[in-house]
């Protein structure tokens, strides 16, 4: 049973559901992201998405824009991502880590070394943003050769007949965008996710996480009453920090503060 | 091409699952149309009553004297409805957006034209239009921004990245992704996910059927060779593509060699660039090697990109056709020189294959001859270079 199927089976038990936090690695350095997962890790996250920077990431919104452009102006490097999960399990962070990336870092990397190196730093699987079924044939093998689950992401635009196609090789989570467009904060969970939940629960078993849009506990709540499995928080996290950059410590405070108050609003189910 | 819109390796659909299913339907309607000759005709007439075809194939003479060697023939796509061969695209996929119901355009623009372009053919159609276009290409193309506000088109001024071409290209990405359900993106060159690159190749096919016409009954043979500009790579693409399967035919794609290919401030993508993927095609593109996209330079706003059309990628490893460089200093004094030698002022991204094909030519004989694809007009350009050179 991988990492994230214990997670979510235990969660289950528990009758709750997961937080996902989203970080982008290296902003505004390398340091920091790790500050931040540990602070996220001892307050209620029970996943962790790990963003690696992109040039030109189009399916995000100006806030992770922002963020990924600090961390390449600091001089993040693909590898850093790898040194980042295996410090974090050193310092016994014992909870899953997706990495979440645009495909061209990764190809420019090599997939096949990408997938080993990141399930040999103690990574669990991964989200290729601009890579649909259609051209993941090569990654597909490598990820399971070497363990790792490949989440897919299922959206208000997907066809249902796609879905069976879509979700074939999909394991770990399923990552339902709650809305047509990028990340970023939205003041409502938009109303087309519990249709959203339904098709895609007809084709399959695996856990859906909600996200796009998440960044109150009262979405938690509205998430958990649609039928979520888990919330995926990225924008505003990024957004508590980066206005406050001069004072480290009191950012991740607010942030340590926040995420219980989200978590504490997973227990609904 | 063959699945999935792959030329040998590269294209293919390289997209986030928000967009498959536009881009799905696209391929679908674009595929039924293309085989529906009353859309065939419509486009035709259109292009012909409207659009300005089919354009002249022009002896340069004081040129190709000048030159001292092959004769040189210039393709008048400048003579073009909105002044350069963006309208014969955005017609084809306005008419097409019109056909398959959605009501508002969305396309990105670099040195303005392919805005300018499909600004016109929604104002035509009566459809609804919003341009993006980096900051730094707003500031060099003024008159072409005025010129989209005047026929009604809504412009987005695009303040991320390295605000050109290549992040206009993201931020109408990001708008589709949200509006695709009444959105039509009409992307300008032979870039971007599968459809786009065939599509676009196709609407802009017409340059080099008409040429290989005009030539043989000009010169009563094919040319001895074909130069275009290349930036994504449309009119160099449109011109090519009639002649690929004639092999006494070169052809020759003239990039942005910007300050120099090895000054890191260029845009010469095929020249240069490695394999990756860059706006949904595995391509040829400038990267470091994290993959992380680099900023690239040219004079010529329209060339000012990072990645090429996938098609060309494949042309270039495939050897079918030939890739150069022309720095910016070449292209600025080929602006002056066909200006004064033939009274025709090239868009600066033209004046890099005017360049080129002047050096080609000293090389060729005089029996021989060459097509050079002069693909727009340079008055957008006037004031920028006057204020290079300080006159104005």
Known sequence: MSRLAETFAELERRGSCAYIPYICAGDPDLNFTAELVRTLDKNGADIFEIGLPFSDPIADGPVIQAAMKRSLAAGFRTEKVFELISDMRKSSVSKPFVVMSYFNPIFKYGVKRFCEDLSSSGGDALLVVDLPPEESQYLRNHCRNTGLDIIRLVTPTTEESRLDYLLSDASGYVYA????????????????????????????????????????????????????????????????????????????????????????????? | MNKNGYFGDFGGFFVPEILVSALKELDREYRSLSTDMEFADELSHLLETYAGRPTPLFSAKNLSKECGGAKIYLKREDLLHTGSHKINNALGQALLAKRIGKTRIIAETGAGQHGVATATACALLGLRCEIFMGEVDVERQKSN????????????????????????????????AATSDDTHYLIGSVVGPHPYPTMVRDFQSVIGREARSQILSLEGRLPDALVACVGGGSNSIGLFHPFVADASVRMFGVEAGGKGINSGMHSASVVKGTDGVLHGAMTLVLQDEDGQINETHSVAAGLDYPAVGPEHAFFSRSKRVEYRAISDDEAVSAFHHLSESEGIVPALESAHAISFASKLANDMSREQSIIVCLSGRGDKDVNQIAAMEGKL
Do not use: W
């Not at chain 1, 078993?205 to 960044?215: H, R, T, V």
């Not at chain 1, 009453?225 to 996290?237: A, F, K, P, Y």
């Not at chain 2, 001024?157 to 990001?174: C, F, H, P, Q, Y």
């Open chain 1, 177 to 269: 965008v709650s809305v047509a467009g990028t990340t970023g904060q939205r003041d409502n969970v938009h109303n087309n996710v519990p249709s959203l939940i339904q098709k895609t629960r007809g084709k399959t078993s695996l856990p859906i996480a909600i996200g796009f849009g998440i960044s109150r506990p009262e979405h938690v709540r509205s998430a958990v009453s649609m039928g979520s499995s888990g919330v995926i928080e990225g924008s505003q996290l990024i957004s508590m920090y980066s206005a406050n950059l001069d004072d480290r410590a009191h950012a991740l405070r607010n942030i340590a503060e926040h995420a219980e108050s989200m978590k504490s609003s997973t227990g609904t189910k």
């Open chain 2, 145 to 176: 921004c005025y010129r989209m506000n005047l026929l009604g088109a809504k412009l987005n001024v695009v303040k991320g990245g390295s605000r050109t071409l290549k992040d206009a290209i993201n931020e109408a990405m990001r708008d589709y």
